[in-house]
């Protein structure tokens, strides 16, 4: 009797252990977002950069300077964007955290913040900064405030979008070489070029999945801005040569690739290469800036023209909404769900 109820315990120990396993293997990277996210977005009204929560809007700025927020993220409930402000006729890269601005730059002259994230509380910015050394802007990655330069100031270098992923740092950007700009991706600080400068070229964005990794830009050939992603380094079109095309912005999923950007003179989501219209056309065109992910849902922020003036739009799974009901020109250029 006392045998069996030694093997019972024995298999009742050794179901847990495989359990506890297999739970651990499914582990989420990232923390999975609520079916009812709180939903950021940041642009701007009129001149003035915003940031909105669930709709609600927020100043950074009061609007009597110059500004702008280009990227937003969310950690531990601090709320992080990324911009600038012009202070004394000079444009200063700034992080805001919880609405108080940070001055990132480390000397008197043009600065920008372009993208922000957080991870184990470290805060990382992406941007650019004149130096006097070499005449030229260099693109530089903040980590906690301290910076470090991605280009060594030979040529104008612009980083416009961050990631961090199992400590791996990722850098989208250009860097402008004999004229021509180059699509690059800097992995700890370690340079690629996605294009020969052949044609203009640039990266907007990235992201990392399955340690794939994913840059979205465009590339100027024969008179026309291709749409591109890259995988792994290696380029494929989204668009052809008869319609001018960029893209801002890409998020995956599942190996699902969401990419949020224009196609001619209309907002465009591509799903895994697929061109899906979010906009009717206009003359001075729609542009989708940022797309990211809730489960299956995929939520797209950018801008359309209306009656005479440009609307801040969110879309939810192809649905359009107003961000506001402002009546002045209004902007939507990053999103992010938390």
């Given at each position: 009797m006392k045998k069996i109820i030694k093997n019972i315990l024995l298999i009742f120990i050794a179901l847990f252990t495989m359990s506890c396993s297999e739970d651990n293997n499914n582990i989420p990277e990232q923390?999975?977002?609520s079916a009812s996210p709180d939903i950021y977005v940041v642009g701007k009204i009129k001149n003035i950069p915003m940031l909105w929560k669930n709709r609600t809007a927020s100043e950074l700025t009061g609007g009597t300077y110059t500004a702008e927020a280009h990227?937003?993220?969310v950690a531990n409930n601090d709320v992080y964007v990324a911009g600038f402000e012009k202070i004394n006729l000079t444009k200063k890269a700034t992080l805001w955290k919880n609405g108080n601005a940070i001055d990132l730059s480390s000397n008197a002259f043009t600065s920008y913040a372009r993208s922000v994230t957080v991870v184990n509380s470290d805060v990382y910015v992406a941007g650019f900064e004149y130096e006097t050394s070499g005449s030229t802007f260099v693109a530089k990655v903040w980590k906690n405030g301290v910076s470090s330069n991605l280009t060594n100031g030979n040529h104008d270098a612009l980083a416009e979008s961050i990631r961090v992923v199992n400590n791996d740092v990722y850098v989208a950007g250009y860097e402008s070489i004999g004229f021509v700009d180059v699509a690059k991706l800097w992995k700890n600080g370690s340079a690629t070029n996605l294009t020969d400068g052949t044609h203009e070229a640039r990266a907007y964005s990235v992201a990392v999945d399955n340690n794939d990794v994913y840059v979205v830009g465009y590339e100027f050939i024969d008179g026309y801005h291709v749409a591109k992603i890259w995988k792994n380094g290696v380029g494929s079109n989204l668009t052809d040569l008869s319609v001018d095309a960029k893209a801002?912005?890409?998020?995956v999923e599942n190996n699902n690739v969401y990419v949020a950007g224009y196609?001619?003179?209309?907002?465009t989501l591509w799903i895994n290469g697929e061109a899906n219209s979010l906009s009717t056309g206009n003359v001075l065109g729609n542009v989708a800036r940022s797309v990211t992910l809730n489960?299956?849902?995929?939520?797209?922020v950018g801008y359309v023209y209306e009656?005479?003036?440009t609307i801040a739009k969110i879309w939810k799974n192809g649905q359009s909404n107003n961000l506001t009901e402002s009546t002045e020109d209004t902007v939507a250029n990053s999103i992010y769900l938390h």
């Open positions: 923390p999975t977002t990227s937003v993220t801002y912005s890409v998020a196609k001619g003179l209309v907002a489960n299956s849902d995929v939520y797209v009656e005479g003036k």
